[in-house]
């Protein structure tokens, strides 16, 4: 069966992965081809890299970047920010992307996403919305002009996807980096309006928010930013917890099945006891 | 083969670099991405990328004249080939991605829009299991479970007997399909990790 996907979002501002709080707010974290390393070898689904800062200086996709960046990316990596051309996507494909995200064009030259999917088919074109929450329904935030648009996030998911769009990336700006969630509302209108995936985005803290994400609404997969940075193994720890409840894909030898969490998903540490008995046991690494 | 000379056609779309990415993590040195006759005509394998929409990569294919350079090698000299993804959909008779259009027709079917029940998203994506009907030679490596990444939106038809592997998404998914020396898999194993990887080193190891 398809599993649901555990996705990494990393936001790049001038080359360099940040953590974003609130679109306002940015930390440095470091390179963008060690985040995607570790991420791989934590076993991660899909990788999202938004470059920021490209749109903002008007500049085309850093192309060395990203073939730095995807060396040694084994799965899916998806790249957004500074793409007005067809050609922009060409080169992308050339550096190691396999698919591509349009947020700004998705706005204010939507036949790019058409064109798009002519030449590389619907699956290859991501459409990521950013969404802000105005009163008690949603509108479209612009993240360079800073203004919101008269239009619901499902408004214009449905208006792209009949455009070519193959997938949705709906992003929560009021929950990034808040911790406080994903915002279900707005991810279940938005799962609604269309029939193609969605992806949503912004707001998670630990293996609890993917639970509640995936079992409430019909999401194909849950990405998360800032978490994953900061904690050793933090996708395997994740996806241990997830998978209790949810399928969803293992691919490392330390799947930590056997290991305890707190309430918050944090790993304990094992019984003094248990320690004591301990063995260790070489692993051969495994030879393809 | 230990050390074949491996060459990713290049048609202008699709993910060359991410394929030799994950064939040159594998150790494999002698490995180029061409369109250019004398480097293909020097390959031990093939492999037939894919990122892109069925009439521009068949359209590319043909005005670089890479339809009768790959004809010539794959069905007259018989040297191996792996299509991936829409590379794989290019070996059908045809494809009704957005109108009829003509393949390389080395494996008899019909490349077809994924008409599901409601509650599965089009395009397919994501990590799915693949249910083996042969083995050899692409999935030898491979354990039962394995899980690969799709992403697609048409799906190859074609008869039981070119289908290596499939797939479960509401309707029985086309996952690999072989004849003789011509292998085509729907999904990314270049994006698959570890289990892709052990599917090229089947393959490669197979030549």
């Not at chain 1, 985040?35 to 890299?49: R, S």
């Not at chain 1, 919101?148 to 996807?161: D, G, I, R, V």
């Not at chain 1, 609604?192 to 079992?215: L, W």
Request: aromatic fraction near 8%.
């Amino acid at each position: 069966m398809l599993k649901k996907r555990v996705a990494a979002t990393l936001v790049v501002k001038d080359g360099i992965v940040v953590q974003s709080i609130g679109f306002r707010k940015y930390l440095p974290v470091g390179k963008p081809a060690i985040a995607i390393e570790f991420l791989n070898q934590w076993g991660i689904d899909e990788i999202i890299l938004l470059d920021i800062s490209a749109s903002l200086k008007n500049a085309e996709p850093d192309y060395n970047m990203i073939k730095k960046a995807s060396k040694k990316c084994y799965v899916p990596l998806t790249v957004g920010g500074g793409i007005t051309k067809v050609d922009h996507i060409k080169e992308l494909m050339h550096c190691g992307s396999d698919k591509i995200s349009l947020n700004q064009a998705a706005i204010h030259q939507p036949g790019l996403v058409t064109e798009a999917a002519l030449l590389f088919g619907d699956q290859c074109v991501v459409v990521s919305i950013d969404a802000v929450k105005m009163g008690n329904s949603y509108e479209v935030y612009d993240y360079l002009t800073k203004t919101t648009l008269k239009k619901k996030p499902a408004q214009l998911a449905k208006e792209l996807q009949s455009r070519g769009a193959g997938e949705i990336l709906i992003n929560s700006v009021d929950r990034d980096g808040s911790y406080l969630g994903y915002d279900i509302t707005l991810i279940n209108e938005v799962c609604e309006a269309v029939t193609v995936p969605v992806i949503c985005c912004g707001g998670a803290k630990n293996a609890a928010d993917f639970i509640r994400v995936f079992s409430e609404t019909t999401v194909s997969a849950a990405s998360a930013a800032n978490f994953f940075h900061f904690s050793e193994h933090s996708v395997n720890c994740t996806k241990a917890n997830i998978i209790k409840q949810v399928p969803v894909r293992l691919e490392t030898y330390a799947d930590y099945s056997g290991n305890p969490f707190d309430g918050s998903q944090r790993l304990l540490k094992k019984g003094d006891k248990e320690l004591e008995e301990m063995l260790f046991i070489r692993i051969e690494k495994e030879i393809i | 083969m230990i050390n074949p000379k491996i060459v990713i056609v290049d048609y202008g779309v699709g993910n060359t670099h991410s394929v030799s990415n994950a064939i040159g993590s594998l150790g494999y040195k002698k490995l180029k991405i061409s369109d250019q006759e004398a480097v293909i005509k020097e390959a031990d394998a093939l492999i037939l990328p894919g990122v892109g929409a069925f009439e521009a990569c068949a359209g590319n294919l043909r005005e670089r004249h890479l339809d009768t350079i790959l004809g010539e090698l794959v069905l007259v000299k018989k040297k191996p080939i792996l299509g991936i993804c829409v590379g794989m959909q290019l070996l059908a008779t045809d494809s009704e991605e957005n109108g009829l259009h003509a393949g390389l027709n080395w494996i008899e079917g019909h490349v077809k829009k994924l008409q599901l029940p409601p509650e599965y998203a089009v395009p397919h994506v994501g990590w799915n299991n693949v249910k083996f009907n042969s083995r050899e030679p692409l999935f030898s490596r491979n354990s039962d479970d394995s899980n690969f990444y799709f992403d697609h939106s048409y799906y190859f038809s074609c008869d039981d007997k070119y289908v290596a592997a499939f797939s479960d998404y509401g309707i029985k998914v086309t996952a690999a399909v072989q004849r003789d020396n011509i292998y085509g898999v729907q999904f990314h194993p270049e994006k698959s990790q570890t289990s892709g990887l052990k599917l090229f080193r089947g393959f490669f190891n197979s030549i």
